[in-house]
């Protein structure tokens, strides 16, 4: 077998190198901890998670649930240590921070197949390699990358827009248009107040609590993409003039008039089934996001799929610049994993990564590149990557929103996930099957 390369030990490099270990190749983990340390990490272990300590929901009716599903067939070696280090918290996969890292960091350093070496990698390997370096790559990798892809190619601010799911909004309150009736005409679901309305929902928007993050996570606002709170907080009308402007929008309900202000909307994906508050990038709590933004008219009972939040990060335009399965174009054993892609959360991260290491380990078997389809959470996720629009593309979670719809509309919403996840199962297994895709073996957790 291969003698191949993973750069990162967080969770989604470790996995990939377990992963490539147990499919029999030699495996080189660099990790620059302690050589080089970073302003989030406590420790030198691998794995550390710098965060929350909870891998979220373990039901596979949940999106993250289902997720994890698909980690279990491909033998993850996070949830088994997880599982390991569990400690109580409902549903949801909670962990002694400290332990798991522990385990992780002994699982992969006593491996047979691994090698950890303990230094900065500061230039794309040559050699087929995965790259995980997470959110706070290195500043010399950071500037290799950001040469090969160019100037387009690396973002390091990262400012994110709610998400909602259609099919919990109010259709009857909002009307499809377009500003002057560009483009399609109707590419924007748009959410119309009154001056009443409006001044109520400026009122209680600046009077929201905002997340404050951790000190390494401060960012500097830019001018282009501020805060909503913070244009709030700048006057009356600036955000009538901003983001909720209303011109070059009539009312259809209201025969025809232009409304004090305008929430648009703009659509996530092919199907509609998600859409973003455009220009409502925020720092408000979650709890806080939830109770202000459903005040504007249709988001009354708003499913979130994704919060919106503002925050440091280092991630790919990964649409613009990547192959389907997140290489380099002309480097098919190149290949990036993590949170570098633009996926948030631990289990997306790790996910990704242990596609990748499927992915590494078939090229150097002679075989193409796969990924799952469309119906399944991870595939989900990959397509979301590949057919992101590159000028708009920006970090996503799990959630049902990515998959495929159902052939039938299903309106009892814990029904419609038990079926979108019965689903997803059925088509993981068979894209495992039909591509000799094997689940990797276990070894002894330390």
């Known amino acids: 077998m291969a003698n191949l390369t993973v750069v990162g030990g967080g969770l989604s490099g470790s996995e990939a190198a377990f992963q490539l270990a147990e499919r029999g190749h030699q495996v080189t983990l660099h990790e620059m901890r302690p050589f080089r340390g970073t302003p989030a990490h406590q420790t030198d272990f691998l794995g550390e998670v710098v965060c929350t300590n909870s891998f979220k929901s373990v039901d596979p009716t949940n999106a993250h649930g289902l997720l994890k599903t698909e980690m279990r067939a491909l033998g993850s070696i996070l949830l088994r240590i997880a599982e390991e280090a569990r400690v109580p918290g409902g549903s949801a996969l909670v962990v002694d921070r400290h332990d798991f890292a522990r385990r992780m960091t002994s699982a ?13 990698v500061a230039e794309l390997p040559s050699a087929p390699s995965i790259i995980a370096t997470g959110p706070l790559t290195s500043d010399a990798l950071s500037i290799r990358i950001q040469e090969t892809l160019g100037e387009a190619g690396l973002a390091f601010f990262d400012a994110i827009a709610p998400i909602v799911s259609d099919d919990s909004l109010d259709h009857e309150s909002m009307f499809a248009a377009s500003r002057w009736g560009k483009g399609e005409g109707d590419d924007y679901l748009n959410a119309p107040m009154n001056a009443e309305q409006y001044t109520a929902f400026i009122e209680t928007l600046r009077g929201a609590q905002s997340h404050e993050g951790y000190d390494w996570d401060a960012v500097p606002y830019f001018e282009g993409c501020l805060p909503v709170e913070v244009m709030a907080e700048r006057g009356e009308d600036t955000l009538r003039f901003g983001p909720m402007k209303p011109i070059g929008l009539r009312v259809p309900q209201w025969g025809g008039t232009r409304a004090h202000a305008v929430v648009q909307l703009r659509r996530e994906d092919k199907a509609g089934q998600m859409w973003n508050l455009v220009g409502f990038q925020t720092r408000l709590k979650i709890g806080e996001q939830r109770r202000v933004f459903r005040m504007i008219p249709g988001l009354e009972n708003a499913e979130f799929l994704r919060w919106g939040s503002i925050h440091r990060n280092t991630y790919l335009n990964f649409p613009a610049r990547l192959t389907r399965h997140g290489s380099l174009p002309d480097r098919p054993d190149l290949i990036f994993a993590g949170q570098l892609t633009g996926v948030e959360g631990y289990t997306e991260s790790t996910a990704v990564g242990i596609l990748a290491a499927v992915n590494l380990d078939r090229i150097a078997r002679g075989l193409e590149p796969t990924v799952p389809p469309p119906t399944t959470m991870l595939g989900g996720l990959m397509r979301y990557l590949a057919e992101s629009d590159p000028r708009h593309f920006q970090p996503m979670n799990s959630n049902f929103g990515l998959l495929d719809p159902l052939d039938e509309p299903v309106r009892n919403k814990q029904r419609k996930r038990e079926l979108l996840s019965s689903r997803g199962q059925d088509d993981f297994t068979a894209w495992m ?9 276990a070894v002894p957790v330390l």
Do not use: K, L, T
């Open 433 to 441: 099957e039909s591509n000799g895709i094997i689940s990797a073996d």
């Open 108 to 120: 992969i350093e006593s491996h047979p197949q691994i090698r950890v070496v303990r230094e900065e």
